[in-house]
């Protein structure tokens, strides 16, 4: 999960001035919201859309536009992104692993060193399709989609300079994996895991929300999307199109470009909704986020298929999640972004 900031995007400069950076609060607010989703669609569901499916693509189109301005506009040292990337994601993805690894032995969802090796070198999305499932591990198949993608932006970013021909690759791949989906689930009948999982099916979130953000560096964004309500409307018809009974495969071929679309027009957005989402509420859950997302997982199976009260499991969630941030995430990550 990537870090919330932003740059004046200028297309003139190849390198944009690191104090040109700024932290905007409705993006930490974005990531809010996406957890937030997360939260109720596993504790609370709400019948007739999968909010837990729905806050995963709102944390991905935001990789997407946070990937586009610090490899492509900013033009980060690659070397320093991994390092950066590294700290963020990996002192508490381990952390979590371990201590999981250890307290749930002997319970339904205990999982042995094979299953935490794939969660830990980011295969699991693969592994938990072709190999074997741990149901406190699955949510660890979005963070393998995510790590993969930095490593084929960064590879694009290195490989070429010019954003009018980086831009048609983005597009060019986002369609094909767009297209990979919709056969794989339409056509050779996979199931949502074997489908969605996959990188080369669910990099298009990412890929879409990037392409958007470099279009809007270029000053190529039509006008007509830069309106004030574009992004409040653009998520909301995108909630629509992951209501039951819409067709998995739609969710992604046109709910998912909403998304990106969405993410991207909050800078032209009307102060109600960027106020909304930079409200303290939501930019400290936006903060919480990763660490939330990592353990809501094992007390969301215990609700879901031993039927416990969500309510203390909640408590669960935010009493390690909060451990994991304030004793692990953080900490870990000023300490080697100083050191390393």
Known sequence: ???????????????????????????????????????????????????????????????????AEILFIERYPLKKFFKRRFSRIYPALLVFVVISMIALSGTFIAFKWKAALTALTFTYNYAGILVTRAGALDHIWSLCVEEHAYIILALISALLSSRNRVIPLLLTLALLAMANGAVSYWVFGLDYEATYWRTDVHIASILL????????????????????????????????????????????????????????????????????????????????????????????????EQGISPWPMLVGVFACALCSYYLVERPAREWLNRNW
């Open 209 to 304: 929300s990037a392409s958007i953000c470099l279009l809007k560096a270029e000053g190529r964004l039509p006008a007509v999307l830069k309106g004030p309500f574009v992004a409040l409307a653009a998520a909301a018809g995108a909630v629509l199109l992951f209501m039951d009974p819409v067709p998995t495969p739609i969710h992604y071929l046109l709910a998912v470009p909403l998304l990106a679309l969405a993410v991207n027009a909050l800078d032209f957005s009307t102060p109600i909704f960027s106020n909304l989402l930079s409200s303290w509420p939501m930019a400290t859950l936006g903060l919480w986020s990763y660490s939330l997302y990592l353990w809501q997982q094992p007390f969301y199976k215990f609700v879901y």
């Open 1 to 67: 999960m990537s870090e919330i900031t932003a740059t004046q995007m200028v297309p003139s400069r190849s390198v944009v001035d690191r104090s040109a950076r700024t932290r905007l609060a409705y993006l930490d607010g974005w990531r809010g919201l996406s957890i937030a989703l997360v939260l109720i669609g596993h504790f609370f569901p709400v019948p007739g859309i999968n909010l837990g499916v729905l806050g995963v693509e709102f944390f991905f189109v935001l990789s997407g536009r946070l990937m």
